[in-house]
């Protein structure tokens, strides 16, 4: 019973990764089937060249400008709802509605919004009389964009996996705050937010796990990789280098895939490192 | 009111993929911006149904690949998930623990040799990408089972009382009766929640799907709506019937299966 998924596993998941190391020791061919052996060649290449450290420079920041807002932003919403219980219902159903939506279909109502020139957001702007801005063709934008449309895909599950959070807090804790004269913005200080530590730390790990594997929102929005190359992420580069038009080059992407497989596995670690000496204040 | 702010933002954009669908070309590009639709403009939808992206028979093909997903990780998951439960094996646990394992490894980091593999396999002389049925089975063929189901459903045939097990064995039921008898009606809503998930991702998906198929009328959908995008940048209301059109099946779930979903969701979450 067990035989269905271990062929999966086996064929398409762990002898991969055993290929992947393989062909990022190999120099590949114009059709990108490996050939001679290079041993660690590529990861020296990489390792040495300015536009690696770019490609990890933009993928931490592009980490840092999804997670902060993204979780942030969900933690402010989870704790407004908390206090207005009329018509909760109604809100939730409407931050979850972005789970409707695939990286593509949100990051193709995003082009639509950010289109420079009949779009929506530069629109707006306008009336208020600021200037156009380059959302997706400014090297100092693009990335910011990109985020903005990461962010928004993101914030509904966060609220949710928070709004989870407050639902097991018992409620005797926050009627012995009310007792002790602690409402509203303290109660949410010194109650909430703390005993929502175990979910706050699943949403920083989890958001940027995901955050580091964002490809379509890149792919959709700045095809290239950006003005200037300032979207290109790891993911996107691993991408790009594979199946570019003219670079097809299947070893160098395969170094790249092991570094990305390294960072994800780093982070996995250490979420099970902090969650078995436990985020609990219990 | 800050909430209110804050859903009106999240919401914003689902309402303007809708509103702009309906409104004519002139009006969505017209400056100011006018954000309420005039009328019901159905131009955009016969166009984006008409025109050189051919997204009603991506549309077919997203169904089809996203059944045979879904189906099939439920079948798998069941399976390995009762195996994992109610059958006695020498180095279960350990076994568990792999299939977990497998859930760490970043499908960017393996999409590569995995493309190289399914490339070079052939279906009836000729390369697997080159015929609709084997840009299928490429499609499907790594998805079709995944440790993410195999560990909702064990946790759900883990609470399975043990008093109902004996008794069915008592009374003569083996493995397939009681699984299919007893075990899997009394676990609908875990199967509707891997079911529903699973739907979601796999109709969802982009890396995989950009990768694989030759021509526009093998692509799915996602890479549809994404091609429409590029192809009519002059037609923003165009551009959102399609899209608009791609989100209904997934938009139907969230909204009525919210409550399976949230359960597979916030699975990891809540351990």
Not at chain 2, 244 to 259: H, M, N, Y
Request: include cysteine.
């Amino acid at each position: 019973m067990l035989v269905p998924c271990l062929v999966v596993f086996a064929l398409f998941i762990v002898w991969p990764l055993g290929k992947s190391v393989s062909l990022s020791l190999h120099g590949s061919d114009l059709f990108g089937r490996p050939d001679a052996y290079v041993g660690l060649q590529h990861y020296k290449d990489m390792l040495g060249s300015a536009e690696f450290r770019h490609i990890l420079w933009v993928t931490f920041a592009f980490v840092l400008l999804t997670v902060i807002p993204g979780v942030l932003g969900g933690l402010v919403v989870v704790l407004l709802l908390e206090q207005h219980i009329k018509g909760i219902r109604i809100f939730r159903t409407a931050f979850a509605l972005p789970f409707a939506f695939s990286v593509a279909s949100a990051s193709v109502i995003f082009a639509t919004i950010y289109n420079p020139a009949i779009g929506l957001a530069n629109g707006l702007l306008g009336r208020f009389g600021i200037d156009r801005i380059g959302w997706l063709t400014d090297p100092s934008w693009a990335l910011i964009s990109v985020a903005i449309t990461t962010v928004w895909m993101s914030i509904g599950y966060n609220v949710l996996v928070l709004s989870a959070g407050i639902g097991a807090i018992p409620t005797e804790i926050n009627e012995a705050a009310t007792l002790d004269g602690a409402g509203g913005f303290r109660a949410s200080r010194y109650i909430t937010i703390p005993l929502l530590g175990p979910q706050l730390f699943f949403l920083i790990v989890i958001s940027t796990i995901q955050s580091l594997q964002g490809f379509g929102q890149i792919k959709i929005l700045t095809p290239e990789g950006g003005p200037e190359q300032s979207t290109k992420t790891l993911v996107y580069s691993i991408y790009h280098t594979a199946f570019a038009n003219n670079a097809s080059d299947f070893g160098a992407a395969s170094a790249q895939a092991i570094v990305l497989l390294v960072i994800l596995l780093a982070c996995t670690a250490i979420q099970f490192g902090v969650l078995e000496r436990r985020v609990h204040y219990k | 009111m800050v909430l209110i702010g804050a859903a009106l933002l999240v919401i914003f954009p689902v309402y303007y993929v809708i509103a702009g669908s309906v409104m004519s070309p002139g009006q969505i590009s017209s400056y100011p911006p006018d954000l309420f639709p005039h009328g019901f403009f159905t131009g955009n939808y016969k166009g984006a149904t008409s025109s050189g992206t051919p997204i009603g028979q991506q549309y077919l093909n997203s169904v089809l690949q996203t059944s045979i997903i879904t189906l099939s990780q439920l079948i798998t998951s069941v399976l390995a998930a009762y195996a994992f439960v109610f059958m006695k094996m020498w180095g279960r646990t350990l076994l568990f623990g792999l299939f977990l394992a497998t859930l760490m490894v970043p499908w960017e980091s393996i999409v590569l040799p995995n493309y190289l593999t399914i490339t070079s396999w052939e279906l009836g002389g000729h390369g697997l990408t080159k015929t609709y049925a084997g840009t299928m089975i490429a499609l499907v063929l790594p998805f079709l089972a995944n440790a993410f189901g195999v560990f909702l459903l064990r946790q759900s045939f883990l609470q399975f009382p043990v008093e109902l097990r004996d008794a069915a064995t008592i009374d003569g039921a083996g493995h397939w009766r009681f699984l299919s008898r007893i075990l899997l009606p009394l676990n609908k809503p875990a199967l509707m929640a891997v079911g529903l998930y699973v739907f979601l991702s796999a109709w969802n998906q982009f890396f995989w799907p950009l990768l694989i198929g030759d021509s526009a009328s093998r692509r799915t959908l996602q890479i549809g709506i994404s091609q429409l995008n590029d192809a009519e940048a002059a037609d923003p209301g165009l551009i959102l019937a399609g899209v608009t059109l791609s989100i209904l099946p997934t938009l139907a779930i969230v909204i009525f299966g919210q409550r399976f979903i949230v359960r597979g969701l916030t699975a990891g979450a809540i351990r």
